[in-house]
C-alpha cells in the first residue's frame, strides 16, 4: 500500500524557517518524480515544488522561488520541503504527493498534509 | 499566473448529471492535453479523479468523465450520488516559465 506522511509542521515565527519531510512506503520512492500542494485555510490548492526521480532537477512557485527547496534522500525514501524567510502567507497544510507518472502533472497519491502557521 | 477559473459552486440531485467547467488559456488547458481532476472531501487529501483530460485512473467510477474543447475543459458526473459532495479542482500543465502545474480555484458539489 502506497503511504506518504508528512511531518514538521507547526507554529513558526515571521522570517523563520521549517523543514517538512515527507515519509515514503509501498512503492520505489526512486522511480518518481514529487510535488509538494499546499492550500491555506478555507483555500484552494495551489502547486509549490517538484522534483525528478533522481533529484538532479527542480522547479518553483514564482511565490516560493528562493525560498524554498525542495530535496529528496532516495535511500530513506524521504522527500522535504526546507523553507525560510517564511511570511504570513506561506501559512497552509502542506501535502506531498506522488507524481502519478502518467504526464508528468498529475498526482495519484497524496499525505494527509502538515500545518504550517507562520505567525507572531 | 492566475488560477484556472471554475465555478464557485455546483448543486444536483441524486441521479442527476452536473458539469463542472474549468476554463484557462492557450497557455495551459487549451495548449496541451494534460487536464487533471481531483475530489477532496472536507478535512481530507485530494484524490486523483481524472488525469489526461479524459482518463480515469483505476477504481474511479465510470460516472467520472472529462473533456476538454478549446481553453476549457469539464468534468462531468452522472448518476450523482450523496458521496459526490465535495470540492473539485481541476489543474493543468503550464508553459509558464515560473509554474509547472495550475490549479483552478475549486468547486463545491452540493449533492440536494
Known amino acids: 500500500e502506497v503511504q506518504l506522511v508528512e511531518s514538521g509542521g507547526g507554529l513558526v515565527q515571521p522570517g523563520g524557517s521549517l523543514r517538512l519531510s515527507c515519509a515514503a512506503s509501498?512503492?520505489?520512492?526512486?522511480?518518481?518524480?514529487m510535488h509538494w500542494v499546499r492550500q491555506a485555510p478555507g483555500k484552494g490548492l495551489v502547486w509549490v515544488s517538484r522534483i525528478n526521480s533522481d533529484g538532479s532537477s527542480t522547479s518553483y512557485a514564482d511565490s516560493v522561488k528562493g525560498r524554498f527547496t525542495i530535496s529528496r534522500d532516495n535511500a530513506k525514501n524521504t522527500l522535504y520541503l526546507q523553507m525560510n524567510s517564511l511570511r504570513a502567507e506561506d501559512t497552509a497544510v502542506y501535502y506531498c504527493?506522488?507524481?502519478?507518472?502518467?504526464?508528468?502533472?498529475?498526482?495519484?497519491?497524496w499525505g494527509q498534509g502538515t500545518l504550517v502557521t507562520v505567525s507572531s | 499566473q492566475s488560477a484556472l477559473t471554475q465555478p464557485a459552486s455546483v448543486s444536483g440531485s441524486p441521479g442527476q448529471s452536473i458539469t463542472i467547467s474549468c476554463t484557462g488559456t492557450?497557455?495551459?488547458?487549451?495548449?496541451?492535453?494534460?487536464v487533471s481532476w481531483y475530489q477532496q472531501h472536507p478535512g481530507k487529501a485530494p484524490k486523483l479523479m481524472i488525469y489526461?483530460?479524459?482518463n480515469r485512473p483505476s477504481g474511479v467510477p465510470d460516472r467520472f468523465s472529462g473533456s476538454k474543447s478549446g481553453n476549457t475543459a469539464s468534468l462531468t458526473i452522472s448518476g450523482l450520488q450523496a458521496e459526490d459532495e465535495a470540492d473539485y479542482y481541476c489543474?493543468?500543465?503550464?508553459?509558464?516559465?515560473?509554474?509547472?502545474?495550475?490549479f483552478g480555484g475549486g468547486t463545491k458539489l452540493t449533492v440536494l
Open positions: 489526461e483530460v479524459s
Open positions: 504527493a506522488r507524481d502519478s507518472g502518467y504526464d508528468f502533472t498529475s498526482f495519484d497519491y
Open positions: 509501498g512503492f520505489t520512492f526512486s522511480s518518481y518524480w
Open positions: 489543474s493543468s500543465y503550464t508553459s509558464s516559465s515560473t509554474l509547472h502545474v495550475v
Open positions: 492557450s497557455s495551459d488547458v487549451g495548449g496541451y492535453n494534460y
